[in-house]
């Protein structure tokens, strides 16, 4: 398998191309719903004469607000020439058009650190522009990770698209390490209970106390992310329900945040409807 990497950097406020909530807005959730999102168009540095129509793309966010793969998709049109980006430069600069197939929440992306753990021998750290290739034996272990290429190795078994199985999972496995450790280190005796989908992940009790806890993981250094129906009437209904945010999930700043039924409830905004006529 090969990818061209595409390359975003949000600058130092966070918000050049988009802020983190207009990518959800705009990027997330349209494709989420079967829509692409508008803006197709993206600029590939210097790179242009090895890349071509139908090259898979993955869009790496670069920055110190937390660098990893947040998209997938494939080249339609390109490479071409039109004004440069940066309306501060004269001259032209070459892009493609690409159709998007999936994007990920900011908090959600697929972290340079897991990339250099799961897709060694390609130097992640070393990317400043677009139009890097990733072939070879570093394609094959990126098509895996992403779960668009046949697994290898005994018994290894596909995930869906983009890691929706794969990565999440891992990222949700250690989360719960994470906090089990945390709370077993204060004399808390807890249980897994996440298989029994009560609307929480692990019980802890400690003397006369106990606590319903929903464990969540983010690879990004923000405590956001998505709540369940099954997880808001537990956070409604259950006494002593409470979330626990890991956030930086495989990266070298692991921090927890706990929010209780009411901080979650108090936060929660709908972001998707479903009908069904």
């Not at 072939?135 to 018994?155: H, K, M, N, Y």
């Not at 794969?166 to 994470?178: C, D, F, G, K, Y």
């Amino acid at each position: 398998m090969r990818y061209v990497l595409l390359t975003w950097n949000p600058g130092p406020d966070d918000s050049d191309q988009y802020t983190p909530q207009e990518w959800l807005e705009r990027m997330v959730l349209p494709l989420q719903l079967g829509q692409q999102p508008d803006g197709d168009r993206w600029s590939i540095g210097t790179n242009w004469r090895a890349i071509a129509k139908g090259d898979l793309v993955c869009m790496l966010r670069q920055g110190s607000h937390g660098r990893g793969i947040v998209a997938t998709g494939v080249i339609t049109r390109g490479p071409f020439l039109a004004p440069h980006w940066d309306s501060t430069r004269t001259g032209k600069a070459h892009y493609v058009n690409v159709a998007w197939g999936r994007a990920m929440p900011i908090n959600e992306m697929i972290t340079v650190a897991e990339l250099e753990a799961r897709v060694p021998g390609f130097a992640w750290g070393q990317i400043y522009s677009s139009g890097r290739i990733v072939e070879g034996e570093a394609g094959a272990a990126l098509a895996e990770l992403l779960g668009q290429g046949p697994p290898r190795g005994r018994g290894a078994k596909k995930g869906q698209q983009f890691g929706t199985v794969e990565h999440n999972r891992l990222v949700e496995l250690e989360a719960m390490r994470v906090v089990t450790r945390d709370y077993e280190s204060s004399d808390w005796t807890v249980e897994d209970v996440s298989a029994k989908k009560l609307g929480w992940d692990i019980e802890a009790h400690r003397g006369g106390a106990r606590l319903y806890v929903e464990v969540k993981g983010v690879t990004g250094p923000d405590p956001a992310f998505f709540l369940t129906a099954n997880e808001h009437r537990a956070a409604a209904e259950q006494a002593g329900w409470i979330t626990v945010v890991v956030t930086g999930v495989f990266g070298p700043k692991v921090s927890l945040s706990t929010l209780t039924a009411a901080n979650v409830l108090n936060a929660a905004r709908p972001t998707q409807y479903r009908v069904t006529p």
